[in-house]
């Protein structure tokens, strides 16, 4: 999209600050040297990194979802 587009809606917004806190940590997993503020703005980091950083928070969170999948699951409950 472009910049400063404001299609960009949020289907959970209570998650943005522990999904920002996500980004952050991945990234210093990955050794991407990214100052933490009060902006989303990632400008001088590179597109490939941003997409690595992207890519390890969706796998995350895919493992988190199939987690609680699990759990939920009737086979998982106590009868």
């Not at 990234?27 to 100052?35: M, N, S």
């Not at 590179?46 to 939920?72: D, N, Y």
Request: aromatic letters at 6%; glycine letters at 8%.
């Amino acid at each position: 999209m472009a910049r400063g587009s404001t299609n960009r809606r949020q289907l959970v917004p209570a998650a943005h600050k522990q999904l920002d806190q996500m980004k952050y940590e991945i990234a210093a997993e990955l050794g991407i040297p990214v100052q933490q503020s009060s902006e989303d703005y990632w400008g001088d980091i590179p597109s490939r990194e941003c997409g690595a950083v992207g890519g390890q928070m969706v796998r995350k969170m895919i493992e988190f979802a199939e987690q609680a999948m699990v759990q939920q699951s009737p086979e998982n409950q106590p009868r």
